[in-house]
C-alpha cells in the first residue's frame, strides 16, 4: 500500500512559533552605563516608567536591559543563580512582569565564563539551567559577556552552547553577545546565531573613547546586517560625564551628536546608557530624532560607503616651518544608501580644530559628465540645500559633523 509521506515543509510551516528577531538594529537601554552595581528593582521599574511615558517605547526603544551585578555571589542549593533578594526583593519574574505590562521587552545579563566581570556565577557548564532560568522569568533578550573564560575553553563553541540553550527553552530571547571583538565574531556569530555581538572593549564616555570605536569597526560592518548586528557598545549620550563609565569631563552637544549620528548611520543597535530620570531635554530630543532613527532603521540595513576618510588640514600656528598640520584620521565622508533611493551624507571633522572638510561628488559616483547632481537637506537644521554638483566642502567646528539626506536628481544646467 502506498503511504503518503508527511509533508515536512507544511509540517515546519505550521509550527512556526517566532517571528525573526533583530530584523533592524534592537533598541533599549542598559544599565552599565550609568549605574554599575547600583541597581535595584526601584530603578528598573523607573527606566520602565519613563521609556513608556516619554516616547522612547514609541520610537522602538523596546528593551530594558539590567546588566551586571544583579544576583548573589553564590548559586542556590538547586543550581541555579540566585537574584540578590536587597536589590530584587520580589524576584526578577515581577520585574519581568513590570517590564512587561509597559509594552516593553526584558533582558538580563550573564557570562560565557566562570564568574561575570564583577564575580557573580557565570554560566560555564550552567547554560542550560541558566537559559531555562532567564526563560521562567519572562526574560526576552540575553546580553552575554567574556569575562573569566577559561583558558581551555572553546570561544566560538560556549556562544554556540549558549545559543543552543536559549532556543532549547522554546521561548523567544535576543541573544547579545558581548565577547569584545575577540576571535573576528563578525566571521562567525551570525552562524552560531547570535543577533548581536559586541565588536570592541567598552566605551567610555568621552569624545576619544566613541570615535576609536568608531575607526575600528567602519571596515566591519559589511558583516553586520539583518537579524545580526555588530554592536559598538550602549550610547554614552547625555551622561555628561556623570555614573560607572563616566570620566568626569563632559562632552559637548556636538561631541553627543556626533556619537548618535555615528551610531544611526552606522546601522548598530541603540542602547541608552544615561539615566533617564535625568537627561537633559536636548539628548532626549537627540535620541528621538525621527529622521536619525529613520536611518538607523532603514530597512536595507546597508553599512556606509567610505567616500573619504584621511586628513583635515588645520593651521599649526606654534611652527614656523610648518604653518599647516594634517592629524590623522579626522576627515570622514560617508554615504549611506538608503531605502526608496535616499542617501544619508555624512561629513566629520575629528581634529581639534574647525577646518573645512572637502569632498568631490566624483568621489561618490557622481561624476560631472553624469549630468546628475545630490539634492541635499540639512538634517539638523532642516535647510534645503538644493542640487549639489562638482563638489561640497562644508565648514566644520572641531569634533562636529553635519549630515544631509539627499536623493539624485537630473542637472540640467
Ligand atoms: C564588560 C562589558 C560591559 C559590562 C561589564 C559588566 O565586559 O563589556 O558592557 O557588561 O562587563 O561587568
Known amino acids: 500500500m502506498f503511504v503518503q509521506k508527511p509533508n515536512l515543509l507544511l509540517g515546519r510551516t505550521k509550527r512556526r512559533k517566532f517571528m525573526p528577531l533583530a530584523q533592524l538594529p534592537p533598541m533599549g537601554w542598559n544599565s552599565w552605563n550609568t549605574f554599575g552595581w547600583q541597581i535595584n528593582e526601584k530603578l528598573i521599574f523607573e527606566m520602565a516608567d519613563l ?146 555581538y559586541r565588536s570592541t572593549g567598552d566605551i567610555m564616555d568621552n569624545f576619544v573613547s566613541f570615535t576609536d570605536i568608531v575607526k575600528s569597526q567602519l571596515n566591519k560592518l559589511c558583516m553586520s546586517g539583518n537579524h545580526c548586528f ?30 548618535f549620528v555615528l551610531w544611526c548611520l552606522c546601522g548598530v543597535p541603540l542602547m541608552m546608557g544615561a539615566d533617564l530620570r535625568t537627561l537633559a531635554p536636548e539628548y532626549r530630543a537627540l535620541m528621538l530624532n525621527p529622521a536619525l532613527l529613520r536611518i538607523n532603521q532603514d530597512a536595507e540595513c546597508r553599512p556606509p560607503y567610505i567616500v573619504r576618510r584621511d586628513s583635515v588640514c588645520i593651521p599649526n600656528p606654534d611652527d614656523a616651518q610648518a604653518p599647516w598640520a594634517h592629524p590623522a584620521d579626522t576627515a570622514f565622508v560617508l554615504l549611506r544608501h538608503l531605502t526608496d ?64 539626506l539627499c536623493h539624485l536628481v537630473k542637472d540640467n544646467a
Open 51 to 196: 521609556m513608556a511615558s516619554q516616547g522612547y517605547r514609541e520610537a522602538g526603544y523596546e528593551y530594558l536591559v539590567i546588566d551586571d551585578c544583579w544576583s548573589l555571589r553564590e548559586r542556590g542549593k538547586d543550581g541555579r543563580i540566585v537574584p540578590d533578594p536587597e536589590k530584587f526583593p520580589h524576584g526578577m519574574k515581577a520585574v519581568a512582569d513590570y517590564v512587561h505590562s509597559k509594552g516593553l521587552k526584558f533582558g538580563m545579563y550573564s557570562c560565557a565564563g566562570v564568574r561575570t566581570c564583577a564575580g557573580y556565577p557565570g554560566s560555564y557548564d550552567h547554560e542550560f539551567v541558566d537559559a531555562q532560568t532567564f526563560a521562567d522569568w519572562g526574560v526576552d533578550f540575553l546580553k552575554y559577556d567574556f569575562c573569566n573564560f577559561p583558558q581551555s575553553g572553546n570561544c566560538k563553541a560556549r556562544y554556540l552552547t549558549m545559543s543552543m540553550a536559549l532556543k532549547a527553552t522554546g521561548r523567544e530571547i535576543l541573544f547579545s553577545a558581548c565577547n569584545w571583538g575577540m576571535e573576528e565574531p563578525g566571521e562567525w556569530m551570525r552562524a552560531i546565531g547570535a543577533h548581536m
Open 341 to 404: 533611493n535616499e542617501f544619508a551624507l555624512f561629513y566629520a571633522n575629528l581634529s581639534d580644530a574647525d577646518a573645512e572638510v572637502h569632498c568631490e561628488m566624483a568621489d561618490m559616483g557622481l561624476p560631472v559628465t553624469g549630468g546628475v547632481a545630490l539634492d541635499m537637506t540639512d538634517v539638523f537644521s532642516g535647510e534645503h540645500l538644493g542640487p549639489q554638483k562638482d563638489s561640497f566642502n562644508p565648514h566644520i567646528k572641531a569634533h562636529d559633523c553635519r549630515l544631509f
Open 230 to 259: 555588530n554592536d559598538m557598545d550602549m550610547l554614552t549620550v547625555g551622561m555628561e560625564g556623570k555614573g560607572n563609565v563616566g570620566l568626569g569631563k563632559v562632552c559637548s552637544y556636538e561631541e553627543y551628536r556626533l556619537q
